[in-house]
């Protein structure tokens, strides 16, 4: 068990770019959640998944941003057209059904728009 | 979703127990309280929740007052690796079963020696 893989750990892009992030939840993991963080503030729930159903989405999550898991493994977060707001550390996190008060997070990518 | 007060920060000894308290009082009766850490430029990490009993685990207690209003969290030994971020949550129940942590700003425990 690795637990949650983030990739990229970072990422640096011009506004106006596109960026997508990887999440690798742990094995068998049916749900998974995408928050963002700022600096100072606590992670924002953005997103959540149960396989690859996509059950919930913040009202956040404007329509630049789009989230997939398509085998419900695995799952992108796309940014479109990025704008300096966009800053942040993008988080996921996984869980059982069984025990899903408990999400493992991953270490996070940190986009940085300039 | 019930909002959460907490301390900016707090300090403590190591050794001592460290008592990091939180006020939920807009809980309703079925929402649950966890709490979770967040140590420098790691993500988030689970540590308790309970309903309205108090709960002990290998990490820590939860302490919940009996209109549900308060909670305090209690690490009995703290040590050096405990310094972090620490996020008392009422959780929200999502569609499915999932489950919606807010976060907000958290207490900065800082553990000395």
């Known amino acids: 068990d690795t637990g949650v893989s983030q990739d990229p750990r970072h990422k640096i892009t011009k506004r106006g770019q596109n960026v997508t992030f990887r999440c690798d939840p742990i094995?068998?993991?049916?749900?998974l959640y995408w928050y963002r963080q700022t600096l100072g503030q606590g992670p924002e729930f953005l997103t959540y998944f149960q396989n690859e159903a996509q059950l919930e989405k913040s009202r956040l999550l404007s329509d630049r941003f789009s989230a997939e898991r398509p085998k419900g493994s695995f799952s992108t977060l796309e940014i479109q057209r990025t704008e300096q707001g966009d800053s942040a550390m993008y988080l996921c996190?996984?869980?059982?059904?069984?025990?899903?008060?408990?999400?493992?997070f991953g270490p996070g990518t940190r986009l940085t728009v300039t | 979703d019930a909002k959460t007060t907490q301390p900016t920060s707090m300090d403590c000894a190591e050794g001592r127990a460290a008592n990091l308290p939180c006020n939920h009082s807009?809980?309703?009766?079925?929402?649950?309280v966890y709490w979770y850490r967040q140590i420098h430029s790691q993500g988030p990490q689970y540590i308790i929740h309970g309903l309205k009993n108090n709960e002990t685990n290998e990490m820590a207690s939860l302490i919940i007052t009996e209109d549900r209003k308060s909670s305090t969290l209690i690490l009995p030994h703290a040590t050096l690796r405990d310094t972090a971020v620490y996020y008392c949550i009422v959780r929200v129940a999502l569609t499915g079963g999932g489950n919606k942590l807010t976060f907000g700003t958290g207490t900065q425990l800082k553990v000395e020696l």
């Open positions: 807009t809980i309703s009766g079925n929402e649950y």
């Open positions: 996190a996984s869980s059982l059904t069984e025990t899903s008060y408990e999400q493992y």
């Open positions: 094995s068998e993991h049916n749900r």
